[in-house]
């Protein structure tokens, strides 16, 4: 059964949400999470609030990115301490970790 799923959304659903997705397990790993949560990538344009319970996008979708619900923006999406910040930030607001 999975705890939880992230959904990491870009414009296409193809190159900058498969590197925050591959980002988002190395931080997960890193932060002792549970290992039953699952990430994934998609289109920003397809993505809809029951496809996941937490979202990731870049700040440049944050404003389209708010119809699905609880969304973690991230100012550089290059930047893996500001992901693994703002998921631990999350996690352990949920108690995951």
């Known amino acids: 059964m999975i705890n ?4 990491v959304v870009c414009g296409h659903g193809l190159g900058s949400s498969f590197m925050v997705e591959m980002n988002a397990q190395e931080a ?3 932060l002792n ?6 990430v994934e990538h ?3 344009m397809t993505a809809s609030p ?4 937490l979202f990731i ?3 440049d979708l944050a404003e389209n990115a708010e119809r699905l619900g609880d969304v973690l923006v991230l100012d550089n999406i290059l930047d893996k301490a ?3 910040q703002k998921l631990s930030e999350k996690l352990q607001q949920l108690n995951m970790i």
């Open 50 to 53: 029951e496809m996941a319970d």
């Open 42 to 44: 998609s289109d920003i």
């Open 4 to 7: 939880m799923k992230i959904l």
């Open 28 to 30: 997960l790993r890193q």
């Open 82 to 84: 500001e992901l693994q």
């Open 33 to 38: 999470a549970p290992s039953d949560i699952e």
């Open 57 to 59: 996008c870049g700040r």
